[in-house]
């Protein structure tokens, strides 16, 4: 028996060579050439704008909005309130008029719905303009 005449006992299996990680595709989570690979080439000039625009700050800070003020109008002071106190966020949490968030007392804001005709003191709360003017007709005052 000669070398070159010596055979496997099994057939040949041509070898697949596919990308690696993911599933089995050609770049499986390598990434593919397309747009950044092209030189003289940068990206889309919308996406920059976008890019520019946000703060450089550390974490993720994009859209911040302060959950934690509660709202309140004039017609639930009207009705829960007596005439001559002092309105504060603790007090408004004492009466259950606000509710804490996270067990924190929120900011509140108060607002004009409703009429008021007690004389009351706002104090370390925001008011909108025709709470101000209410509140002064009524006789009371606001403190910031």
Not at 7 to 35: A, C, E, F, N
Not at 66 to 79: G, P, Q, R, S
Not at 110 to 134: M, T
């Amino acid at each position: 028996m000669l070398v070159n005449e010596l055979k496997p006992k099994h057939k040949l299996k041509s070898r697949k060579i596919v990308g690696r990680g993911g599933k089995k595709g050609t770049y499986s989570g390598r990434g593919g050439k397309g747009q950044t690979a092209r030189s003289g080439r940068k990206l889309a000039p919308i996406v920059r704008e976008l890019i520019k625009r946000y703060p450089k700050l550390k974490g993720y800070r994009a859209f911040r909005v302060e959950h934690n003020i509660a709202i309140i109008n004039l017609d639930v002071l009207e009705k829960h309130v007596k005439d001559g106190e002092v309105i504060t966020p603790t007090s408004l949490v004492e009466k259950k008029l606000v509710h804490q968030v996270k067990g924190k007392i929120p900011k509140v804001k108060i607002l004009g719905r409703g009429a008021l005709s007690k004389k009351i003191v706002i104090e370390g709360c925001k008011v909108s303009e025709s709470v101000k003017k209410a509140v002064e007709k009524a006789g009371g005052s606001i403190k910031l």
